[in-house]
């Protein structure tokens, strides 16, 4: 008897195939109450736990299958779980007695016989699995009806038109109007698992359909309800009545105790909104959405975290929602790092005129904390910040320059590295402050703080007296930099002479500098970049000061914000692995299908212009592809992109030559810089003002996209790790 | 699909959790941590992250409830069991029945013959497991009936060193015990005022809640249409509710911190705790953790009640007092001797943190004003209220930077 203190650790102990075989056959004699056989097999089944194989013991195992004890039984089968694909050909054995049970009087071990028989996907068993599963799946018993709901979908893993012919998603289609709601329940995940197959059938909902499961929501359980919450997204509204109307019905579904119900339930309204013109009920729905967002945060940190990423991308698309909320996501000091990364990124969103003083203060609190990361990140969100709101810029730039003056070089490197891009925003109004950021040149020492105050110096090297000698110094190592910096360097070097023409140090320097590009360096972009260089010069120096001193377009964060048609894209993920990477499944999940809105005569103009067809499979969303500045000084480069499908690829890569081409031309800096449309900062309400324009521009334009503009500022998000060797 | 194991603590290390979802090529795996062991899902689809972890949650719950701790010799002592109860919650990656007390009708500890395991009494059971209350049964009985209410509210503070509030809210707990015998209906009632939509401020002593969820009994539906919040409960311990308050938060302590230093070889502490509510009621088990540099070799603190005492592992004086009357205050008056270092490193100021409970106050301002049990038999059924505030490691005071690090 294994009571309340039972004692099995004991049976974690490495066993020999013999010894146990040996214990079995010994065990059979004398065992009134099977206890002896039921201590071998718990010894077999830790060893299992431990990842020792025990296969070779296949036949003495399933000897056991004819005691009447229940514990003993699931042993068995959970052996045959693990051993019975590898042990194909003695499976046939063990059919009869599955099948015997399938008959059982006991709907629990008719239950357990269906579902243990299609965790076994072998040939023989999905042959044999047929007639009862037809039966379980009519079984009188709700409960043997519901496994057997699943085990339809386990059965189409194994062998999809196998499935399709013998009849069983049409019999799952009916279970959807079974009696009890957790059959229902369980059928719809089914069928879902089934419909998001590539191979698989497509499931669409009717309004019939979509409201009978409704129907069914009040008496499931709270996965079933997500279950069910889920399919609603299969269900394309016609009018906008009806989208409205069944978004009236689920509201109150936020009101759960179980986050995943709370955030299923918001991605169908989400979803919903599409569909609707109501202007009073989407405003309703956007105000009653923010308590239950922000209630998930005093869930565990998973969650939290898990809430985060997902309001991030809900702020972006509906603004109005938590838009006065931004306190609720200051960092507690023991929140962990995962959490506290994502609450600073939503900050930033939330920042305006209104509340930018706060939000800087917390930020320059977080600047002294002891991770590194947190405080990379702090320290460029100040200099977005100030980018941001233009009213707080003063304010960021003296906390920049308090947080330069403690010398912690990590802090000093990511200050430059944002100090840069306010410089390009605010032309001729901190330029002030580039000799203290000079004194800090020696603790550089990472590329891209080094190349931002690189070009610092051959931007302004008019109005650093001493800018011939710093470059010198700079460039003494130039063979020995990665090219990001000597890019930099080439173009600063060639800046500092047009400036100043009749140093002789600049003249001595840009040439050194030119002849190492052309005559020393491998990499062609450099290379090219040098000749380029050293003809313009040679050909009309005033010219070539004219392009390469050319007013640069002034930084904004307008495109800050992904563009509508990938975020209602995205959003169709609400609460999945897809909206914590805030990638598309398809582009980092094998055999992931793409989703999209669908298009309706109910759905709203706006949405419609966006509309991402489902058709091209949607790899990227335009705006995610990342143009950062020419691409080898790309710090991400070592991540590989995501493997593409032969199938697309053509536009999408075709762009990213086209955009460094030009950004080449223009300046070495890494900034880009963002399209003039969209509103000032998302404090309209919604939709109707948010003048993004259409996706297709944001895939040609290469400034569409802020990931460049602030360099590899998406280093710490978290993404999928696709170079993994492993699978 | 996804799979639930458990990964004995050996594996992975355990301060460099940076995120608690990981992908390698197509395979995601979501860990959550509990005690020094990882329950770890897998999975290879575009997988609901949320219903993941919630069920992740809800796995260690289970197993808590059934072997009292979860650790890596509970789990070891209960494999078998556990094998049971996985293949039962959860079934190809699919979460199924999660009401502990319907499990426990037939996965047990006492292990069960198939033979004498009446399949009447499995119907019955099979009902319940798939039926609209799959958290209760039908046949249970009490001599005497009773129903335990706590209301336990977690105070959430972040106060500048200026003494500005920048954040204080209430997480709430309404946990119910229930010793009812039969399929009772309860109708509960609190002085909320259930406006979720901020119109009208004030008012009487009703009190403003931000969001509120329910336990899963909870019949949304009649919340929506006439806000009274009815239910059948579950039996034994659950939590009935979870709200958010934000508005008119009492704090029921107040803490004055103030740090100088003196010179670059001493700092000096005096920190004042307030109690802010009735002199009947008074906060127990208060601890206040007070931060200090990392330099610090020593510290001699004055007090007048409690003990106060430098750990040095952990940098921070800890000063800890059972009891502080309401309306009373206490005041720790430390110097902390440093060393003169040349390469100060880097110090993360964290702020001064304070636990403390406090019996029979709420700081949201809620009371239960009802809760009406309805059953068949019409038995009277007595009922207990209990209120907590309580505070643990949320409740934090920025300390002044003073002794922030200086250019050297």
Known sequence: ?727 | AFFIFNQKGEVVSNSDVRSPIITLGSTSFFHVRVNNLYVVAVTKCNANAALVFEFCYRFVSIAKSYFGKVDEEAIKNNFVLIYELIDEINDFGYPQNSETDTLKTYITTESVMSSNFAAEESSRITVQATGATSWRRGDVKYKKNEAFVDVVETVNLSMSAKGTVLRADVDGHIMMRAYLSGTPECKFGLNDKLVIDKKDQGGGDAVELDDCRFHQCVRLNEFDSTRTISFIPPDGEFELMRYRATSNIKLPLKVIPSVTEVGTTQVQYVVTVKTSFSNKLSATNVVVRIPTPLNTTSVDCKVHSGKAKYVPAENVVVWKIPRIQGGQEVTLSATGALTSTTNRQVWARPPIDVDFQVLMFTASGLIVRFLKVFEKSDYQSVKWVRYLTKASGSYQIRVRGTYRHRSL
């Open chain 1, 1 to 727: 008897m294994s009571g309340q203190g039972s004692q099995d650790a004991k049976f974690f102990q490495r066993g020999k195939i013999q010894e146990f075989r040996a214990e079995l056959q010994a065990a059979e004699s004398k065992d009134k109450k099977f206890t002896k056989r039921k201590t071998v097999l718990k010894k077999i089944v830790a060893n299992i736990t431990m990842g020792n194989d025990m296969s070779p013991l296949f036949s003495d195992v399933i000897q056991c299958l004819s005691i009447p004890s229940l514990e003993i039984k699931k042993m068995v089968y959970l052996f045959l779980v693990c051993y019975g694909r590898s042990k194909a050909d003695h499976i046939s054995r063990v059919i009869p007695s599955f099948l015997e049970d399938c008959e059982d009087r006991n709907p629990l071990v008719r239950a357990l016989a269906i579902r243990t028989m299609s965790y076994i996907p072998t040939s023989l068993v999905v042959e044999e699995i047929a007639d009862p599963l037809r039966h379980a799946l009519k079984d009188k018993d709700p409960y043997v009806r519901k496994t057997a709901a699943i085990c339809v979908a386990k059965l189409y893993t194994a062998d999809p038109r196998k499935a399709e012919r013998s009849g069983f998603v049409e019999m799952l289609r009916d279970l959807l109007l079974d009696t009890n709601a957790t059959v229902v329940a369980n059928a719809v995940a089914a069928l879902s698992e089934i419909g998001d197959r590539q191979d698989g059938v497509i499931f669409r909902l009717n309004l019939t359909v979509a409201n009978k499961l409704l129907a069914a929501l009040g008496e499931s359980s709270e996965w079933g309800q997500i279950y069910i919450l889920d399919s609603l997204l299969r269900y394309v509204p016609d009018r906008h009545e009806d989208a409205e109307l069944m978004a009236e019905r689920i509201i109150v579904q936020m009101q759960h105790a179980n986050s995943a119900v709370v955030l299923t339930t918001i991605k169908v309204l989400l979803y919903l909104m599409n569909y609707m013109e109501n202007r009073r009920l989407m405003d309703y729905i956007c105000k009653k959405m923010g308590p239950p967002l922000v209630t998930l945060l005093s869930s565990g940190p998973e969650v939290q975290y898990v809430a985060l990423r997902n309001i991030l991308l809900i702020i972006q698309r509906r603004p109005q929602v938590l838009k006065n909320d931004v306190k609720v996501f200051f960092c507690k000091y023991n929140d962990p790092i995962y959490v506290k990364l994502a609450k600073l990124e939503i900050m930033y969103r939330l920042a305006r005129d209104e509340n930018a003083r706060e939000v800087l203060a917390e930020l320059q609190e977080y600047a002294s904390e002891v991770d590194i990361d947190f405080v990379r990140k702090a320290v460029r969100s100040i200099g977005r910040l100030a980018i941001k709101v233009s009213t707080a810029a003063d304010d960021c730039i003296k906390v920049l320059l308090e947080l330069i003056e403690n010398k912690v070089t990590y802090v000093v490197q990511e200050a430059v590295i944002v100090i840069k891009d306010v410089f390009r925003r605010y032309p001729g109004k901190y330029e002030g402050i580039i000799p203290a950021l000079c004194e800090n040149l020696d603790a550089l020492d990472e590329p891209e703080s080094k190349a931002a105050m690189i070009w610092i110096v051959g931007q302004y090297a008019n109005r650093i007296d001493n800018a011939d000698e710093l470059m010198d110094d700079l460039t003494y190592t130039f063979l020995d930099e990665p090219t990001e910096v000597q890019l930099a360097l080439l173009t600063a070097a060639v800046k500092l002479f047009i400036y100043k023409a009749q140093s002789d140090t600049s003249k001595a320097l840009v040439h050194k500098v030119l002849k190492w590009a052309t005559e020393e360096i491998d990499n062609p972009d450099l290379r090219d970049r040098g000749f380029m260089y050293w003809r313009l010069l040679a050909i009309n120096p005033a010219v070539a000061g004219e392009i390469v001193l050319a007013e640069k377009p002034a930084i904004t964060t307008d495109a800050d914000r992904m563009d509508r048609g990938a975020l209602d894209q995205l959003l169709l993920h609400t609460g999945t692995l897809g909206s914590i990477y805030h990638k598309n499944p398809e582009t980092f999940i094998r055999g992931a299908t793409g989703k999209a809105l669908t298009d309706s005569p109910a759905l709203n103009a706006a949405s419609r212009q966006v509309l991402v067809p489902v058709s091209r499979n949607n790899m990227l969303p335009p705006t995610a592809i990342r143009i950062p500045g020419p691409g080898p000084r790309d710090p991400r480069k070592t991540v590989p992109p995501p493997p593409m499908p032969p199938s697309d690829g053509a536009p999408v890569p075709s762009a990213a030559p086209v955009a460094e081409a030009s950004d080449l031309l223009l300046d070495t800096s890494p900034s880009q810089e963002g399209g003039d449309d969209g509103d000032a900062d998302g404090d309209g309400d919604g939709d109707e003002d948010y003048s993004q324009a259409p996706a297709s521009a944001g895939g040609a334009d290469p400034y569409a996209n802020l990931d460049g503009a602030f360099g590899n500022y998406m280093a710490d998000e978290p993404r999928p790790q696709q170079s993994g060797p492993l699978f």
